[in-house]
């Protein structure tokens, strides 16, 4: 997050700008390729992005392109992976284990210590469990080493017109818990093109393909933390005997025990994901420079993501026991997502102004998003089925649900203006402002205004500094603005159903397709734009020829009309319902400091730091 979060239940993050183009998020850009990082964070910066940077902008560069030979280059590493020492917890050892269920067995009946004494033995016989090999399963389940590997190769070179830059990167690690594992492979291609002297052009493509194996140990995940330490270290007698787990003797009481455990390592195998994801980012921009002073530039972002959820449910698993009548069952979900951002700026620069400069900018810009899902689960499987044999047979089970659906897109068209104005390169000046109207709002309530304004003094210009050598640069700076936020569901202003067999009505156990609305969070036709107003103070500074630089700032954002899911009563059909309600607000100072303590051509040595003091505060609800 960046100066905390405005919104109660909405989603906080910053927008993410690569190179220029808006992007959904980074996680797919090896960190190999990024040259610099920059962060945006009052009003007057971010208002120009429009209703996503109501939470900041972060801006990444990454590595360009130069004209000359073509160079190859490689980074990676390979390493071990293992849970640390002082991760793990300390469990009871058998003798511990075994005394700890006879002092319980004691306190409740005698019935129960006879039962412990046919699975555990006497009281006199536990002081054999002090030699007994316990099974630690948190070693079972996360105690291997497991490899972690990186590898990236990037090419580039070109002309003086013409740039390319080419990076492949490999990114592969086993995860800690036996059956989960990360893979990436990512192509990033860059290209710089000078069509002419007036004219440019520049395209970036980024395929991303990603493969997550496991359910993890949170979430729905059938397998958890606490079954690695409350897991029994050892089964008494019955690790004495030799039983055969797959003969059928209802009489033999020790199989019928060991039968009722469940090893954590068998649940975590029968508790099975994989998630494969398909990413293709495009982005192109062509620029003209139409006079010397005006320029026109046209970016177009678009978007692909295919993702495929695979989840299969052993036996063991409580989702089959619960639900799948203890057999073998599996989830498929296919899901198309998609976006395209058209994006057209004009900007002019007044050169005939003595001791001032003076720009505009305008701006229009076009954005949707949308897609589409497809999800199956089918039951009653043979025991001995495997995950990967289910999913490539789905027809012989039985489907339990099917349901498909096209999402509402969400569509935005907004308008923007920006003046920037310098006075004896000492003043500056800074007006923006920005119009969004967005698909998620009722007609009524769909546009929204959002002004910003900035004032910078460069104080090192005046007379009075001329005399202070060491200061290089001192600049205050003072700022206010709005950004607009509209980070709710596309369907949050309409009322609208979906066909669904789930748990619906049935008869001869066949379950009949029905109507039900899209969620539990009732529609409101009446929201409107959550605001945020951002108010910075700030001062720059450089000193001693630039060995010492640094930012200090003080902040104060205020976020109105929280678009936040209230409770409603239940006996309306659904639990929230989507309100303006609120006021948050968020203040704080913050401080970046450099010193370069050496710095000379073949060596440099320098001392980096940041400080920041946030308090949020909910005003209102």
């Not at 700008?17 to 090896?30: E, H, L, N, T």
């Not at 793990?88 to 058998?94: A, D, G, M, R, W």
């Not at 395209?203 to 690695?228: C, L, P, Y």
Request: hydrophobic share 35%.
């Amino acid at each position: 997050r960046v100066r905390g979060g405005g919104s109660v239940t909405q989603d906080n993050s910053p927008l993410y700008v690569v190179d220029g183009f808006i992007v959904g998020s980074i996680r797919d850009i090896p960190p190999t390729d990024i040259e610099s990082i920059s962060v945006l964070k009052d009003a007057s910066a971010t208002a120009i992005y429009g209703a996503q940077a109501s939470n900041g902008v972060i801006l990444i560069t990454t590595k360009q392109a130069v004209a000359g030979k073509m160079k190859v280059s490689y980074n990676g590493f390979a390493q071990f992976k293992q849970l640390p020492g002082e991760r793990k917890f300390e469990v009871l050892s058998p003798y511990e284990f075994v005394l700890a269920n006879y002092e319980y067995a004691r306190l409740r009946s005698d019935a129960d210590v006879r039962n412990f004494e046919k699975y555990f033995g006497k009281y006199d016989d536990l002081e054999l469990y002090r030699q007994k090999r316990p099974t630690d399963w948190q070693d079972e389940l996360f105690g291997a080493p497991q490899l972690s590997q990186y590898h990236n190769v990037s090419m580039g070179g070109g002309s003086a017109s013409t740039q390319m830059r080419l990076s492949l990167t490999n990114n592969t690690d086993e995860g800690l818990l036996v059956g989960s594992g990360f893979m990436r492979n990512a192509l990033n291609f860059k290209l710089n093109q000078k069509i002419s002297d007036k004219l440019r052009f520049e395209a970036s493509t980024r395929i991303t393909h990603t493969v997550v194996d496991g359910a993890g140990t949170s979430g729905n995940a059938q397998i958890n933390i606490k079954d690695a330490i409350q897991t029994r270290p050892v089964n008494g007698i019955a690790d004495e005997l030799e039983i055969d787990l797959n003969a059928i003797d209802p009489n033999d009481d020790y199989l019928t025990f060991l039968k009722s455990l469940v090893n954590p390592l068998e649940l975590v195998k029968q508790d099975w994901r994989k998630r494969t994801t398909n990413d293709y980012v495009m982005n192109a921009a062509l620029s003209w420079d139409i006079l010397d002073n005006l320029e026109a530039k046209s970016t177009v972002t678009t978007s692909k993501t295919f993702d495929k959820d695979l989840r299969f449910y052993g036996p063991l698993t409580s989702e089959s026991f619960n639900n799948g009548g203890s057999l073998p069952l599996g989830q498929k979900t296919n899901r198309e997502n998609f976006s395209y951002r058209w994006l057209n700026t004009l900007s002019y620069r007044v050169t005939s102004l003595k001791n001032q400069d003076l720009d505009f900018l305008a701006g229009h810009e076009l954005y949707s998003i949308g897609g589409n899902y497809d999800f199956i689960r089918s039951e009653d499987f043979r025991l001995s089925i495997t995950p990967e044999e289910l999913f490539a047979n789905m027809t012989f089970g039985r489907t339990d649900r099917h349901e498909t659906a096209d999402l509402t897109n969400a569509n935005r068209v907004s308008f923007f203006g920006r003046v920037n104005y310098q006075l004896n390169k000492k003043y500056l000046l800074t007006a923006t402002v920005r119009s969004d109207a967005s698909s998620k709002f009722a007609p009524e309530n769909r546009v929204g205004i959002f002004p910003a304004a900035a004032f910078a003094w460069k104080i090192s210009e005046e007379a009075f500094l001329k005399q202070a050598n060491f200061i290089d640069e001192l600049k205050l700076r003072v700022s206010y603005g709005e950004t607009g936020n509209d980070r709710i569901d596309a369907t949050a202003t309409q009322f609208l159903f979906a066909g669904s067999t789930n748990r619906g009505p049935g008869f001869n156990n066949v379950d009949n397709p029905y109507y039900t609305p899209t969620g539990s969070t009732l529609y409101n036709p009446d929201i409107k734009w959550e605001t945020t107003v951002n108010r910075n103070l700030g001062l720059d500074f450089t000193f001693f020829q630039g060995k010492i630089n640094g930012t200090l700032d003080l902040y104060k954002n205020t976020t109105r009309d929280l678009l936040l899911r209230s409770a409603i009563p239940s006996n309306t059909g659904f639990s929230t319902q989507w309100n303006n309600v609120g006021t948050t607000s968020n203040r704080g100072i913050e401080m970046g400091l450099n010193v370069y303590i050496v710095d000379k051509p073949d060596f440099m040595f320098s001392v980096n730091g940041n400080f920041g003091i946030n308090r949020a505060r909910v005003d209102a609800l």
